[in-house]
């Protein structure tokens, strides 16, 4: 007695190959995307809060710089705990970057945010030039 093959995704009975899983490329692809709906959901939901700090950040600091409370980022809904990456600079003070504006937490509660100016300039440019006018 031969079995019948059904499709992984409709349950419709397969013809053809013997390798064969799926009846046609939309029940693959609807197939592949239920698998994969939860990894890309997860990589959805972070990089929407990604931008959303990026985009919070340069709205609070139009000319690429700017000092301000940190109450100021939390009343916008900035999330403290997303960063796309951090730099350490030489004296130990840790800027946290979305994308090309970064953040240093400074005493008293206090941001500083810079943006990264060109790909010409180094982090460590941008990160000298904001403690120096953050300590001024």
Do not use: W
Not at 16 to 32: E, H, I, P, V, Y
Not at 85 to 114: E, M, N, Q, W
């Amino acid at each position: 007695m031969i079995k019948k093959r059904i499709c992984a995704d409709c349950g419709e009975e397969l013809n053809g190959r013997a390798d064969k899983k799926f009846c046609s490329d939309q029940c693959r692809n609807n197939f592949n995307n239920r698998l994969n709906s939860d990894n890309n959901s997860l990589i959805r939901n972070i990089n929407n809060i990604l931008k959303r700090n990026r985009r919070i950040l340069s709205e609070l600091a139009p000319s690429g710089k700017a000092t301000l409370h940190r109450d100021r980022l939390s009343d916008k809904g900035f999330r403290f705990g997303y960063s796309t990456h951090s730099y350490v600079t030489r004296k130990g003070a840790t800027y946290y970057f979305c994308y090309d504006f970064g953040y240093l937490r400074l005493p008293g509660d206090f941001i500083t945010i810079v943006q990264r100016e060109s790909a010409s300039k180094t982090d460590t440019a941008v990160a000298a030039e904001a403690e120096t006018s953050a300590v001024a």
